[in-house]
């Protein structure tokens, strides 16, 4: 996974597999370092799942026999002299933070978080999922429950208003 965008779709659609019906995704960047934390109120896991996603030959999957984007993330942040961190509880969901230390040479880049948050909002009409970006000073949050509100009676996943959500939230990253 050659950028932090393709490990956010990742984690997400593993939150969307676990039957969340609410998504967090916050991205806070320092000077340094970028965080990542993906929460979810999906089915969760037990210690002993959440102890074996680290190993790329475990999946719950059944169309294929390896489970990477878990793997792929520790080993980008880990790269960077970063580290992930996943908490889980059957029932209640799932939390997965991410630290990647920007300046060093190994840290993927952001690739792109307006388009990936647009589709993300966009393609799963029954999650709220919802989006915080802090960086210095600059601080913008947006859910699906606060774009239903601004669209009305349009769906999310009309192309015009994806394109004005992916347009919206790249104005006030910027």
Request: proline share 5%.
């Amino acid at each position: 996974m050659n950028t932090l965008t393709f490990h956010i779709t990742d984690i997400a659609s593993n939150s969307v597999r676990a039957g969340a019906t609410r998504i967090s995704l916050e991205i806070t960047i320092h000077e340094d370092h970028t965080t990542i934390r993906i929460t979810d109120n999906g089915c969760g896991m037990d210690a002993e799942t959440v102890s074996r996603i680290t190993n790329p030959f475990y999946t719950t999957r059944t169309t294929r026999k390896v489970g990477l984007g878990i793997p792929f993330l520790i080993q980008n942040a880990e790269q960077t002299g970063g580290h992930v961190s996943i908490t889980s509880e059957p029932g209640k969901g799932t939390a997965v933070t991410a630290c990647f230390i920007t300046s060093n040479i190994d840290c993927p880049p952001m690739g792109d978080l307006p388009g990936t948050v647009a589709m993300l909002i966009s393609g799963n009409p029954g999650i709220n999922v919802c989006f915080s970006y802090r960086k210095e000073e600059l601080f913008f949050e947006i859910s699906s429950e606060d774009l239903h509100s601004i669209f009305e009676d349009i769906p999310l996943s009309h192309p015009k208003v994806i394109l004005a959500i992916r347009e919206m939230i790249a104005a006030n990253l910027s």
